[in-house]
């Protein structure tokens, strides 16, 4: 839960704003400190909560956590019994939840202990178990092109002997068809994990429906390009993004009907779910004609919560941003659909797991668009080589926006040391990587290298290298499973070398960036160090 930025005080602050909340921890034996890891949750709550309340509102105080925790809540009485058989219009049930990052054993009824194994049981089997109906003709596809593969492996068996110059050509034209072959098959096996985005799409006419309804308001949904398809592994973890930017919509976006026709738009405002493809991507939009972002009211709020300087003066699209920043919320009072300050920035780093990004565009009495741009799936990568000394690395290429020589009379320091070089009308930061990850490199001096200007969570930032490589397709690695998270880099792949080079993690290098430069006061959500710095 640390490690994913998770704060289990946070989610008891909340459940304390419903009644009287009773905490106990419970820890590990005896720990080994030589081996402790202190980013490691080795602990164990069990809280108990009195409070008339509903089991959906306690766990949507969980949302966020439930996958990466051991979770129950379990209803339980009073004290007496009889009281409650009695008088129960005066016994107040209770709700009894214990969180567990840890795999320690905590004693339950028989009846809870069946649940709970039930249920771990049904989730360990969907997790990675779980079968995919896939189309016959993308299997008939695919068998096809096993009969093309096949074809072209007895056409090469004919040079591994006696061979001479005159096989050739021959010999070219085999090693062509080989690699087309290949790409097809790629392609092929690729379209099989491909499933339409209707799938997530289905949740939101009864959401939709049951949230205006409650909220007093009229709200018409559309979906478009519900047959648009995209990776299984996307899928499953885009929903949970999705249905907060469609909460956030309904309780922040639209105004109440009368509102409306105050304003001269219809009672009844749109919200409109659209998903298409661009390019290796996938874009998926969340757009509606309420009354957009307040600007000045967002703008108040960040300068008293203190995400911002008193004094910054900021664009609306930096404005905008603003709302992806941790515990920033607009909401007057907290309901259990808004005003806890916890979900866009959860958001934006929960999309940013997945190699996308997530930004707003709004217009003030018009509506607000939010955009998701995610990557067709997490298996393959389209990637620019950079070579750092005797390193390689991956640079995503959608990450990219140009790449760019400057000489030292371009950069100018900030702050004694922190590097910055003026792009048009923005300051972008300067990231050497050999300084990051403490490697060797050919040359210090910036005008014998490259930046590479790259784009995460809507921040730019020149990536320093020594020379750039070419542009391939790599097969993903995950760290993660084989060793151990690393910042700043979200996977490995092996190249046709047989080397190893890791692909860069753009918006965790970024904060690694601003960890290790932190007299930028950077806020990780987006480049307030650039507006510090230039002002």
């Known amino acids: 839960m640390f490690e994913s930025c998770n704060d289990p005080l946070r989610m008891f602050r909340e459940l304390q704003t419903f009644g009287d909340l009773e905490v106990h921890a419970a820890g590990h034996e005896v720990l080994d400190f030589e081996t402790f890891n202190p980013e490691e949750c080795l602990l164990e709550w069990q809280l108990t909560l009195s409070a008339e309340v509903d089991r959906e509102q306690v766990s949507e ?96 068996s004919r040079y591994e002997t006696d061979f001479d110059e005159s096989m050739l050509d021959g010999l070219r034209e085999g090693l062509s068809q080989l690699s087309r072959n290949t790409r097809e098959m790629q392609e092929s096996v690729m379209a099989i994990r491909l499933l339409p985005i209707s799938s997530a799409f289905n949740r939101f006419p009864r959401l939709v429906r049951d949230t205006s309804s409650k909220l007093g308001k009229k709200i018409e949904l559309r979906l478009v390009g519900e047959h648009t398809e995209l990776d299984k592994t996307v899928l499953e973890k885009i929903g949970d993004p999705l249905v907060h930017l469609v909460r956030n919509s309904l309780d922040h976006g639209f105004e109440s009907p009368e509102e409306r026709k105050a304003a001269g738009k219809p009672e009844a405002g749109v919200l409109e779910l659209n998903a298409r493809h661009e390019g290796g991507n996938i874009v998926i939009e969340v757009i509606d004609d309420g009354a957009g972002i307040n600007h000045e009211r967002v703008l108040e709020k960040a300068r008293t919560s203190g995400i911002i300087a008193p004094d910054a003066e900021l664009t609306p699209s930096q404005i905008n941003d603003l709302i992806f920043a941790a515990g920033f919320s607009t909401a007057t009072e907290v309901s259990d659909l808004s005003g806890r300050g916890v979900g866009m920035d959860v958001v934006r780093r929960n999309i940013g797991d997945l190699g996308g990004e997530v930004f707003v565009q709004s217009e003030p009495g018009v509506g607000s668009t939010f955009t998701i741009r995610l990557p067709l799936t997490l298996a393959i990568l389209d990637g620019q080589l950079v070579r750092v000394g005797s390193e390689a690395y991956i640079v995503p290429l959608v990450s990219i926006v140009e790449t760019v020589q400057v000489g030292s009379e371009d950069v100018n320091a900030v702050v004694g040391r922190t590097e910055m070089f003026k792009q048009r ?52 690695k995950s760290l993660e499973a084989n060793y151990r998270q690393i910042p700043g880099i979200s996977g490995a792949t092996i190249l046709g070398d047989g080397t190893v080079a890791l692909i860069l993690d753009l918006p965790g290098l970024i904060k690694l960036y601003y960890d290790q430069n932190r007299n930028l006061d950077h806020d990780a959500t987006r480049g307030r160090a650039v507006w510090a710095a230039s002002a």
């Open 425 to 476: 009308d923005e300051y972008l930061p300067i990231i050497r990587l050999h300084e990051i990850f403490s490697i060797g490199c050919d040359s210090t001096a910036i005008g014998d290298g490259l930046l590479v200007v790259a784009e995460a969570n809507g921040q730019r930032v020149g990536v320093f290298v020594d020379d750039l490589l070419e542009q391939q397709q790599v097969v993903i």
């Open 61 to 156: 105080v969980f949302a966020w956590v439930e996958d990466e925790c051991k979770l129950t809540i379990e209803p339980i009485l009073g004290e007496s019994t009889a009281a409650v058989s009695t008088a129960p219009e005066v016994a107040k049930p209770t709700v009894d939840a214990v969180v567990e990052d840890a795999p320690v054993e905590v004693a339950k009824p028989p009846a809870a202990k069946a649940k709970a194994k039930a249920k771990a049981k049904s989730a360990s089997g969907n997790k990675d178990g779980g079968s995919i109906r896939v189309n016959i003709d993308k299997v008939d596809a695919l068998i096809n092109l096993v009969g093309e593969l096949v074809i072209t492996q007895s056409m090469l």
